[in-house]
């Protein structure tokens, strides 16, 4: 029986040109809703047996012959809530596409936070040039040799910034979730296009139950958990207390996870000296958002994780989970729904 598989993302024609190149007895159908807004024909659905999609989901009853869902988002917390998610069909995220930006973009947030840019965009959009003495009290960068990193979220993206942090003698701390019994029911293999490997360097890696050692040493903490039931506003205000004062916040996860009313009155107090945000918990950020003006904050509209190379890397876990499901294995990325991720 050749496998069905079905799109609902506009991809370029290409990346079907080579998935049909590579996989000739799969049976490939687009329907991309972004652009026409129709749904698959009925008979289509019933027929699928990988749904390759972003925020589309059918009812499971109309979808009987799916073996698995590919999603195009590493986050799992828009699909709870719907019947696919309370079915018993498996779901891969797209997870691992982009530790190498994402760590990127945490390093290159807290050079730019250490270096003073928030406050020297603002002198170059007010076109001011300070004197000597206000560069030297205002503008002179915090050391990063020395200086802890705090990683809420230690996986595959943690292990990509601790591999970068190294060479700046930057120390790092990960905290991440162990509770063995989770794993229980779903596969542990996870695609990672990351250059660290499993190496976790120099990194000290502690269980979640410990988060408030790991904050109370932080002078940089990036957040880059999931969004689930457990770390919905994890980092609130009694957690933004525990970091050194002067410390500075990168939240690259998901709005929702990182208290914005405490942050911004402990940015505004001088208690924490700045902060990179990527995610918010209104998305677009509208344009009467504080944030846009808060002194000392990079804003960014939501792209720490886009990749280069996306469109080679999406193809090769589709690819791959294709595969697995003509064979009867578990699908890499698989959510584990216990976890919520």
Do not use: C
């Not at 990527?278 to 990749?307: Q, R, Y």
């Amino acid at each position: 029986m050749s496998l069905v598989y079905l799109s609902t993302l506009d991809l370029p024609d290409a990346w079907f040109d080579e998935l049909a190149r590579r996989l000739p007895e799969v049976r490939i159908h687009r329907f991309p809703m972004g652009s026409s807004g129709v749904a698959p024909e009925p008979e289509l659905l019933a027929r699928a047996h990988l749904l390759h999609t972003s925020d589309w989901f059918p009812d499971a009853t109309s979808a009987p012959a799916l073996r698995g869902i590919q999603l195009d988002t590493s986050g799992v917390d828009h699909v709870r809530g719907t019947s696919l998610w309370a079915s018993d069909v498996p779901i891969a995220t797209l997870g691992g596409i982009a530790p190498v930006p994402m760590a990127e973009y945490a390093l290159m947030s807290i050079l730019e936070l250490a270096h003073r840019m928030p406050s020297i965009h603002r002198l170059r959009d007010e076109r001011a040039w300070p004197g000597a003495k206000d560069r030297l009290a205002d503008l002179t960068p915090r050391a990063i040799a020395g200086a802890t990193v705090g990683i809420v979220g230690y996986g595959r993206i943690g292990r990509e910034i601790s591999r970068l942090a190294a060479p700046f003698g930057l120390r790092v701390l990960g905290v991440r979730r162990t509770d063995e019994s989770l794993a229980a029911g779903s596969s542990a293999e996870k695609f990672d296009t990351g250059r660290a490997g499993g190496v976790d360097h120099t990194a000290g890696v502690v269980p979640l139950e410990r988060l408030d050692e790991v904050l109370t040493q932080s002078d940089f903490l990036v957040v880059v958990v999931p969004l689930t039931d457990l770390t919905r506003g994890m980092i609130g205000p009694e957690q933004l207390d525990r970091l050194p004062e002067g410390a500075y916040v990168i939240n690259i996860a998901r709005g929702g996870i990182v208290d914005e009313s405490a942050l911004r009155e402990r940015l505004r107090s001088g208690r924490l000296a700045g902060a990179a945000l990527d995610v918010f918990d209104d998305e677009p950020l509208p344009a009467s958002s504080p944030w846009w003006d808060e002194p000392g904050v990079l804003v960014t509209p939501h792209v720490a994780g886009l990749a280069p190379h996306y469109h080679s890397q999406t193809l090769d876990l589709v690819v791959e989970n294709l595969n697995r499901i003509a064979e009867g294995r578990p699908l890499l990325n698989e959510v584990n729904r216990v976890a919520g991720y």
